[in-house]
């Protein structure tokens, strides 16, 4: 059970957004939910939005998990925020802004890791 608490859930929402995107970005561009506001104004979230929130989501969840060895910990983030920018830079469907938010959250938490790893 330590070993699922070290893997960074970030990684699975970056995953999940670059299979949508590898499968043409359709779902990823397209209108997912929308709903007006009391105010009158309309509120339309698209599928790479959600991706968003779940980034957030799982950014949060990450850094409030104390599982498993710290050491594993910083390493399986540096990975993911190492791949995530390699994916950002040479990967033509993953250049988008979307993305650009899931790394720099991968990024976050690597340095949140590398920091909270010192004594």
Do not use: E
């Amino acid at each position: 059970m330590t070993h699922i608490k070290t893997f960074p859930l970030i990684a699975l929402v970056i995953a999940a957004y670059l299979l949508m995107a590898l499968g043409g970005g359709m779902l990823i561009d397209a209108d997912a939910w929308a709903m007006t506001m009391p105010s009158g104004a309309g509120l339309t979230l698209r599928g790479g939005d959600l991706f968003v929130i779940a980034g957030l989501v799982a950014l949060f969840v990450d850094l409030m998990n104390g599982g498993g060895s710290r050491a594993i910990r910083l390493l399986l983030s540096g990975v993911t925020a190492a791949a995530a920018v390699i994916c950002l830079a040479f990967v033509g469907f993953a250049g988008t802004a979307t993305f650009l938010l899931l790394t720099i959250m991968a990024l976050a938490a690597a340095v949140v890791r590398a920091l909270g790893a010192r004594p």
